[in-house]
């Protein structure tokens, strides 16, 4: 079945400085892809949503300047926490799906921890 | 998108059946009815989804009412390793549309 890698699985880094999370569709082109956030006991948020070769569309209240979505292939699609604060620490999920007809893969989610 | 309703928590004694409720009173025509579940720390699994009939697969049955505003998702052997988060969700057709999630049910799974 379709799979979606999703890197690092755990990251520690200081405040102040910027975090890359990528997603990669194994075998499956994905053309659209979304990103959630899941703090300790809270379901998923949706954060934003990117289209290959398009800007995100980011939901109310996400800042679209803070949380960077960068898709520019239709296999990777990347999200860059800048300036990162310890209340950015969540876990961060991306989803892929080839598009209409096809359903929704997640990634196995990062660990952001924020010190 | 419709909004779901699900128990918070339910328990269930390992090898007996699972019977998970999802409310969506206000689901369109075009709506789908999709659950998925989440092991902790884990991405969200896929499980089944349908639209008006019932669906079996693998891994679960899902029995959708006749007015289609609540659904079940039956798992009929509970194994330990299905103690996890099991949501509900409802969206437009099999489109690239988002996928909100709501609170979903916490099922244990107990030995």
């Known amino acids: 079945g379709a799979v979606v890698s999703q890197h690092p699985s755990r990251v520690i880094c200081k405040s102040g400085t910027s975090v890359k999370i990528e997603c990669r569709s194994l075998?499956?082109?994905?053309?659209?892809m979304f990103w959630y956030r899941q703090f300790p006991k809270q379901s998923l948020m949706l954060m934003a949503t990117?289209?290959?070769?398009?800007?995100?569309?980011?939901e109310q209240g996400v800042e679209k300047d803070k949380f960077l979505i960068n898709h520019a292939s239709l296999t990777l699609s990347t999200l860059t926490v800048t300036s990162a604060h310890p209340e950015d620490s969540s876990f961060y999920i991306c989803?892929?799906?080839?598009?209409?007809?096809?359903?929704?893969?997640f990634g196995s989610g990062t660990r952001l921890t924020v010190v | 998108d419709a909004k779901t309703t699900q128990p918070p928590s339910m328990d269930c004694a390992e090898g007996r059946a699972a019977n998970l409720p999802c409310n969506h009173s206000?689901?369109?025509?075009?709506?789908?009815v999709y659950w998925y579940r989440q092991i902790h720390s884990q991405g969200p699994q896929y499980i089944i989804h349908?639209?008006?009939n019932n669906e079996t697969n693998e891994m679960a049955s899902l029995i959708i009412t006749e007015d289609r505003k609540s659904s079940t998702l039956i798992l009929p052997h509970a194994t330990l390793r299905d103690t996890a988060v099991y949501y509900c969700?409802?969206?437009?057709?099999?489109?690239?549309?988002?996928?909100?999630f709501g609170t979903g049910t916490s099922l244990t799974v107990i030995p």
């Open positions: 969700i409802v969206r437009v057709g099999l489109s690239g549309n988002q996928f909100y």
């Open positions: 349908g639209l008006k």
């Open positions: 206000t689901i369109s025509g075009n709506e789908y």
């Open positions: 075998d499956f082109q994905a053309t659209t």
């Open positions: 990117s289209n290959e070769g398009s800007k995100a569309t980011y």
């Open positions: 989803s892929g799906t080839q598009g209409i007809g096809y359903g929704y893969t």
